[in-house]
């Protein structure tokens, strides 16, 4: 029984930080790559970031390099996702996804997904 389950999602004023966390039970985040994603209400679900924790390699959507982090604690088998100088472009609700088949950013390779967690950014 794997389940995923996302926190750290708010309300933020534009310019503010937000860290996500995805905490995994009953899979080990160092077995395959394990990614970030978001969905506006609308519009088509998009790669934010990846890791494969095994490597040791980490993986961003262009348009956020410099402003997203993602990290991990395997004592904690967590992922976890820094969010800096937030814009309301960023306002979605964000999904932790693990085991990734191929294709770093197709979604539908992913085998396993969190419930999601809200991020809203005001201007």
């Known amino acids: 029984q794997v389940q995923l389950v996302e926190s750290g999602g708010g309300s933020v004023q534009a310019g503010g930080s937000l860290r996500l966390s995805c905490r995994a039970s009953g899979y080990t985040i160092s077995t395959n790559v394990m990614g970030w994603f978001r969905q506006a209400p609308g519009k088509e679900r998009e790669g934010v970031a990846a890791v494969s924790v095994r490597l040791g390699l980490t993986f961003y959507a262009d348009s956020l390099k410099g402003r997203f982090t993602i990290s991990q604690d395997s004592a904690k088998n967590t992922v976890y996702l820094q969010m800096n100088s937030l814009k309301p472009e960023d306002t979605a609700m964000y999904y932790c996804?693990?085991?990734?088949?191929?294709?770093?950013?197709?979604?539908?390779?992913?085998?396993?997904w969190g419930q999601g967690t809200q991020v809203t950014v005001s201007s």
């Open positions: 996804a693990a085991d990734l088949r191929r294709g770093m950013w197709n979604s539908k390779e992913y085998s396993y």
